[in-house]
């Protein structure tokens, strides 16, 4: 009963903000003045409900979840240990994936993105590093502080794919006793410093965070310059780096877009043509699929509001363009959902099947999907 009078509610709103839009002659949203359209009043709620409800949702998981994998990694003494820390590492590296449609700001202006997610992993050079360098890694403090500058700088050897080539072997957690104390010692590291990051972007957007991981910003002099989700909030604002709202709804919408041009046309598109075979996102866990999923679970939860949304919410911008652009929602609707079928539907594991017609198929989705989404970017722009 609470759900019905929910949709009833959810409805009245969605048919009072459309024939207030509809009766406002002046939708231009240059935001001048006092004046605030339907139009923009709505969208200025959908870009806030994005930071509250979706973007600092998950980025805060993602921050608990890799606190988790620090605590147990360094704990790690059994198999069942191993176990566990493969399975945080592909809960966090889920949250991770399903933030990508909102890259943009924090992530991208502080270059955590390819800090952090940069593949493939190189594990010559790695394999080379301990073997020859620094086989005494775990107990030796002056090649500690030398290497764990290089994951704290670097790009190549660090990040969630360190942890995974740590942690896994064709799909499956490594034997306990094949791994070697240098490899723990740099797999802890690497997750605390995914931990670090993850911290970074709670911050930058506004969210929470504990004097422990303050301390922990303070400790690596980090300080963002802008509040991202005041940023996002104030669009049209004075202050905001969004002249107006309708600016900061369509930033999403081309958020979305990147992030599945380039799960169709590198992720997908780089192994599947032979562009690049070894261009292939966790290939260790056998995860690649279910990172390009999540990818585009996180352009749904984006336009339809929450952080696990499989329908759009009132107050979301799909609710937004229903109303007002129904030919374009209805084909990015229809287009989201194809692609999430496609994408699924690939034959697994990747990195063994990336010339497969599924992958193919695939990529023809979700250019699809990104066709459609040019389309409703420029309907609610208009």
């Not at 942690?167 to 997750?191: H, K, M, S, Y």
């Not at 965070?209 to 910003?217: G, R, T, Y």
Request: with cysteine; glycine share 6%; aromatic share 10%.
């Amino acid at each position: 009963m609470k759900a019905n009078n929910k949709i009833l509610l959810g409805m009245a709103l969605l048919l009072a903000t459309t024939l207030a839009f509809v009766a406002c002659n002046d939708d231009d949203d240059n935001n001048t003045g006092n004046t605030v359209t339907a139009k923009e009043s709505f969208l200025a709620t959908t870009n806030k409900n994005l930071v509250n409800e979706t973007i600092l949702p998950i980025y805060t998981a993602l921050m608990n979840s890799n606190a988790e994998l620090v605590d147990v990694i360094g704990e790690m003494e059994t198999q069942a240990d191993v176990n566990e820390a493969c399975n945080l590492w592909k809960q966090a590296r889920q949250y991770w994936e399903q933030s990508e449609a909102f890259l943009f700001g924090a992530a991208s202006d502080y270059c955590i993105d390819p800090h952090t997610d940069t593949w493939p992993f190189d594990r010559a050079a790695f394999d080379n590093y301990i073997s020859r360098r620094y086989p005494d890694l775990a107990d030796d403090e002056d090649a500690q502080a030398i290497v764990g500058e290089a994951i704290a700088t670097g790009q190549s050897l660090t990040g969630f794919h360190a942890v995974e080539y740590l942690l896994f072997r064709e799909g499956r957690p490594r034997n306990i006793a094949d791994i070697t104390p240098a490899e723990v010692w740099f797999c802890q590291t690497a997750a605390e410093d995914l931990y670090l990051n993850s911290i970074m972007l709670v911050s930058s957007w506004g969210g929470e965070v504990s004097d422990e991981q303050q301390e922990m910003l303070d400790d690596a002099e980090f300080e963002s310059s802008i509040n991202y989700g005041d940023n996002m909030i104030n669009a049209g604002k004075a202050g905001s780096t969004f002249p107006t709202i309708t600016a900061g709804s369509v930033q999403i919408i081309e958020g979305c877009q990147n992030i599945v041009d380039e799960v169709a046309h590198s992720k997908i598109g780089h192994p599947y043509t032979g562009e690049d075979i070894n261009y292939i996102e966790s290939p260790h866990a056998y995860n690649s699929i279910q990172d390009f999923y999540d990818n585009i679970l996180s352009c749904q939860f984006t336009l339809y509001g929450g952080k696990d949304k499989t329908s759009y919410t009132a107050t979301s911008i799909m609710a937004y363009a229903m109303a007002n652009t129904p030919k374009e929602a209805a084909a990015a609707k229809a287009a989201l959902e194809d692609a999430l079928k496609n994408v699924h539907s690939m034959k697994r594991p990747f990195v063994l099947y990336y010339t497969d017609e599924s992958a193919g198929e695939a990529i023809r989705s979700l250019e699809a999907f990104d066709e459609a989404l040019g389309a409703l970017k420029e309907a609610l722009d208009d």
